[in-house]
């Protein structure tokens, strides 16, 4: 890694990031519309249901427009890190092939990309969290805000690697709704978990484990470090993945002898 | 300057070059033509390494700059900033920064559009576009110089312009491969490759 390059490829990526109109609507909108309609919507009824992920049988008892709060702001998370991490990494992949030509390495066009990502989710789980507190005081704020980092992180590597393999922009962005609606924006929300047949499947998908993780640190006193293990390798795996096939696609193939 | 040794390659079962092999020397301008969809620029893209060929082996003697046939430059960036990707790409950023700033400009006068300098690439026209595309092909002052159609949308001026960049380039002994539909001027070329039906004629 050549820190000259690596840093004068993260400032482009942040500027062309920020140059995106749609990018920064997407970022500042979204969370605010979503939590204002849960606001205005989700009743002040008590619910019950269990942290699936404690050790121990825990449940917990909040009311549904707490709980909405908490799984809508995941979605978001899901949703957001997602798209802004495809668009990131798909609009100038062929450019981005041109730079490794000239002399990049294709790593560290990937892994200041990846800065970026990383960055950006901070700013929006800070932006999403302490929006949250406005509304209730979680149990523990951090262990939450840890969860949606995951959840983040996890959905940023996923679109990031839909961004390596799919071409059409279109596609892309069906790919990356279409999953994060399903896993994030359905299937963990907590209601329709703990009443869910075939369990497994939902508890393999990316947000499981970060959603439970955000879930239970805000409502329960539970321990959850177990968790964090399971985040952080579908996050490697996710990014990994993102960057073999980036590096193997951008690569100069090998025929070639230059001579300098 | 470059040899290139039984080139083929197909996609499926479509053979777009086959067992191409020539030799091109420093100082000379070569044109390489064909019909749309002859294999030039996949011929383009695997001399410069973006495409791998089922078979053959390409040498290159020499710093390569490429044009390619898009525009490939950052749209959301200014002028300058592609220039200083690319510079930092081409590893001049760590270098005397005056000199290749001094190349950039100079470009910039030649091709006529330094006054965009500060502008977003988005908001220019396909022309300055193109421009700024050629330019990061040359800003290294490469040896080996392979173009791929890279005056499309040029004006008859900036054309005029180009050819006479072209030409100083081959006086000072750089290897020149461009595509090139106009051969009206063909004499000014030292070689011409035909390609046709997978081979060079």
Known sequence: ?????????????FRMLVRQKIVLLLL?????????????????????????????KTMIKATEANVSLIFV???????????VSLSLVQQYKNVNRRLVICGYNPAELMVSALGVIFFIIVLLILGIGFSIQFFFHPVHFWSMLLGMLFNGLVYGGYGMLAGCIINGALEGTLMVILLANIDAGWLQNPLIFSEARNKIIIQLLPAYRPTQLSVGAAFTDVPLQTSIFICFAYMLFFFG?????????????RMHKIKK | MITAKNISKSYGKKEILSNVSFAIGAGTLNAVVGENGAGKSTLMKILIGELNADKGMVILNGKVGYCPQNSLIFSMLTVEENFNYFATAYGLASQNKHLW???RNELMDQLGFRKYLHYQVEHLSGGTQQKLNLSLALIHEPDIL?????YGAFDWTTY???????FDLKDQGKCIVMVTHLLNDSEQFDKVFTLKEGSIQ
Do not use: C
């Open chain 1, 1 to 13: 890694m050549r820190w000259n390059f690596f840093i004068t490829s993260l400032i482009m990526h």
């Open chain 1, 28 to 56: 500042l909108g979204i969370p605010v519309l979503f939590i204002f309609i849960v606001q205005l919507t989700a009743s002040k009824r008590q619910i019950f249901f269990e942290v699936a992920i404690a050790t121990t």
């Open chain 1, 73 to 83: 702001s995941m979605a978001t998370i899901g949703f957001l890190s997602s798209f």
């Open chain 1, 241 to 253: 993945s993102a960057i073999i096939i980036s590096y193997y696609n951008m690569r100069i193939k």
């Open chain 2, 101 to 103: 700033i001094a190349r």
């Open chain 2, 146 to 150: 392979i173009l791929d159609e890279p």
């Open chain 2, 160 to 166: 005029q312009h180009f050819r006479e960049i072209i």
